[in-house]
């Protein structure tokens, strides 16, 4: 079996951030955003085939159920296109981002703001 049939084409960096710049443009009249970082493989440039798209979304009306806002993301960017991996953060949360936690050193240190 050719298993080349079953890869499915990396989308480029360019094209993701495209893509994440109008979904976020339509996520802004669901919710109130902060700020939205493109981090992981995709913002390093070194995607695999299957990898998914992870985002941090920091907004102030997150921090009530994140379960529940995490898969309405899910919900809402696959509705774009977009096989994305979020991640939710409140603004307190983002403030109080420190060297040394997962949020600082991979999604703002590393992390693309789109």
Same mark, same amino acid.
């Given at each position: 079996?050719? #298993?080349?049939?079953?890869?499915? /084409?990396?989308?480029?960096? !360019?094209? @993701?951030?495209?893509? &994440? #710049?109008?979904?976020?443009?339509?996520?802004?009249? !669901?919710?109130?955003?902060? #700020?939205? *970082?493109? +981090?992981?493989?995709?913002?390093?440039?070194? %995607?695999?085939? *299957?990898? $998914?798209?992870?985002?941090?979304?920091?907004? %102030? $009306? +997150?921090? /009530?159920? +994140? @379960?529940?806002?995490?898969?309405?993301?899910? !919900?809402?960017?696959? /509705?774009?296109? &977009?096989?994305?991996? %979020?991640?939710?953060?409140?603004? $307190? !949360? *983002?403030?109080?981002? @420190?060297?040394?936690?997962? &949020?600082? $050193?991979?999604?703002?240190?590393?992390?693309?703001?789109?």
């Amino acid at each position: 079996m050719d #298993k080349r049939k079953n890869k499915r /084409k990396i989308a480029s960096r !360019e094209t @993701i951030i495209r893509k &994440l #710049k109008e979904a976020t443009a339509s996520l802004e009249k !669901e919710i109130k955003i902060d #700020k939205v *970082y493109l +981090f992981g493989s995709y913002a390093n440039g070194n %995607p695999r085939d *299957y990898s $998914d798209v992870d985002v941090a979304v920091i907004s %102030p $009306d +997150f921090g /009530k159920n +994140f @379960i529940n806002e995490t898969v309405f993301l899910m !919900e809402f960017f696959h /509705k774009t296109g &977009l096989i994305v991996e %979020p991640h939710v953060y409140t603004r $307190d !949360e *983002y403030k109080e981002a @420190i060297e040394g936690t997962f &949020l600082y $050193d991979e999604v703002i240190q590393k992390g693309i703001t789109i």
